[in-house]
T-cell receptor, first 113, second 114 residues
Framework: DAKTTQPPSMDCAEGRAANLPCNHS???????VYWYRQIHSQGPQYIIH???NNETNEMASLIITEDRKSSTLILPHATLRDTAVYYC??????????????FGKGTHLIIQP | DAGVIQSPRHEVTEMGQEVTLRCKPI?????LFWYRQTMMRGLELLIY????????DSGMPEDRFSAKMPNASFSTLKIQPSEPRDSAVYFCASSLGGGGGKQFFGPGTRLTVL
């Protein structure tokens, strides 16, 4: 799996959009970008994933650059409950059996009231 | 939907004792994962199963660790004998093949070995 680079921490004001960057310059053509988050004392939670097109769901939007070397997770209206460590993970997905996830250090996002 | 269920939620034991952690995956999911989280090493994959068969146990730290999945609705992670350095939060996760590769994590078991 390709390596990812994320800033160790970020602050964002409540109600504003939180934009979390991730660099994955060694990503290969069949690797997906996944985002998970971990709220304190809880298990990681899936947020969103994508291959090359931008994706949006009820939690967030994922913007992947055209060259796929970086991506941005957007939380459109951050709340205090979005304070968590956010992990960007690049991995193959075959559609059949699943593989384990390789977590980095992630970005600690702190939402300020 | 009950989600992934882990038990116990907290375990305190003494060095040398056997510890068994339990996991019930989401019904219908065919892949199960065991992870460990410590401050020093972060989240690490220990082992995972597809259709009850162990696929990759390269993350299991030592022979003291073993994992089984006797059926689709139950898995155990056993440490025998336990050591203080095994103190960590152990997470179980499950996923459905063809489900986009999304993994659903349990609440974790916090293990303290004295």
């Amino acid at each position: 799996d390709a390596k990812t680079t994320q800033p160790p921490s970020m602050d964002c004001a409540e109600g504003r959009a939180a934009n979390l960057p991730c660099n994955h310059s060694t990503i290969s053509g069949n690797e997906y970008v996944y985002w998970y988050r971990q709220i304190h004392s809880q298990g990681p939670q899936y947020i969103i994933h994508g291959l090359k097109n931008n994706e949006t769901n009820e939690m967030a939007s994922l913007i992947i650059t055209e060259d796929r070397k970086s991506s941005t997770l957007i939380l459109p209206h951050a709340t205090l409950r979005d304070t968590a460590v956010y992990y960007c993970i690049v991995r193959l997905y075959s559609g059949g059996g699943a593989d384990g996830l390789t977590f980095g250090k992630g970005t600690h996002l702190i939402i300020q009231p | 939907d009950a989600g992934v269920i882990q038990s116990p939620r907290h375990e305190v034991t003494e060095m040398g004792q056997e510890v068994t952690l339990r996991c019930k995956p989401i019904s219908g999911h065919n892949s199960l994962f065991w992870y460990r989280q410590t401050m020093m090493r972060g989240l690490e994959l220990l082992i995972y199963f597809n259709n009850n068969v162990p696929i990759d146990d390269s993350g299991m730290p030592e022979d003291r660790f073993s994992a089984k999945m006797p059926n689709a609705s139950f898995s155990t992670l056993k440490i025998q004998p336990s050591e203080p350095r095994d103190s960590a939060v152990y997470f179980c996760a499950s996923s459905l093949g063809g489900g986009g590769g999304k993994q659903f994590f349990g609440p974790g078991t916090r293990l303290t070995v004295l």
